[in-house]
């Protein structure tokens, strides 16, 4: 699997988070205390040094590009994550893209600007949580990437329906989130998420077992693989 454009789109990120923290450093005070946790509803529940406010997250999404540039390396079942590769990419980007959009606005925040990060998380997450909706069901069984159960990772059947119902519970989640973060606010739309994708994932656990249970092909797909 090739890992440049996931190299190059993850740097091009991390690089843009970087010139905003250089941009904002000389403007922001040194023994400055930034905001770094928000309660639900928007308020702020912790601060840090000025060094971890601006360089915490880069430092974090260089980590990540890092991380999804090594595991094509080290997994064992290489030609199905090589087949999977646009789920992998547009997903490892989208989480790429929430780390830098909550770092733009913990930057403008430390700057002064009333942002409101909850509802920037939020609405983040819920992308984040369609795009891996949309792009779950095209991912192929590996040990790294995907829904993995002992039941998806042994029969090839239980992957492809399990990862059928995942992406439709994690696109309704996402979908779900931002509008209700949009009509009803950041505390409501937190609990959407939560007890959507709980009750979602129960049920893909439950039915990646049941598919495994009823495939005949399993005990041969686990041992061969």
């Known amino acids: 699997m090739k890992v440049r454009p996931l190299v190059v789109v993850g740097g091009a990120i991390v690089m843009a988070m970087l010139v905003t923290s250089a941009w904002a450093w000389p403007q922001i005070p040194a023994d400055a205390r930034i905001p770094l946790d928000w309660g639900p509803s928007g308020e702020v529940t912790g601060y840090g040094p000025k060094w971890l406010g601006l360089l915490g997250l880069p430092a974090g999404a260089l980590g ?6 090594l595991v094509p390396r080290i997994e064992p079942r290489r030609a199905n994550l090589a087949r999977s590769a646009p789920a992998y990419l547009a997903i490892g980007t989208a989480g790429l893209g929430l780390i830098g959009a909550i770092h733009l606005a913990i930057v403008l925040v430390a700057l002064g600007n009333e942002v409101d990060i909850s509802a920037v998380a939020l609405i983040g997450s819920g992308v984040l ?7 779950l069901g095209k991912t192929r069984s590996n040990w790294f990437f995907g829904i993995r159960t002992p039941w998806t990772l042994t029969s090839e059947l239980s992957w492809t329906r399990t990862h059928r119902l995942g992406g439709w519970v994690f696109l309704a989640a996402g979908v779900l989130v931002v509008l209700t973060t949009l009509l009803l ?7 959407v998420m939560f007890g959507t994708l709980g009750i979602g994932l129960v049920a893909v656990f439950a039915y990646s077992y049941l598919v495994w249970r009823d495939d005949p092909a ?3 797909t686990g041992a061969t693989r």
């Open 185 to 191: 606010g950041s505390a409501v739309a937190l609990w």
């Open 218 to 220: 399993r005990e041969r």
């Open 129 to 135: 949580c369609a795009v891996v909706g949309n792009f």
């Open 64 to 69: 990540l590009v890092a991380l999804l540039s």
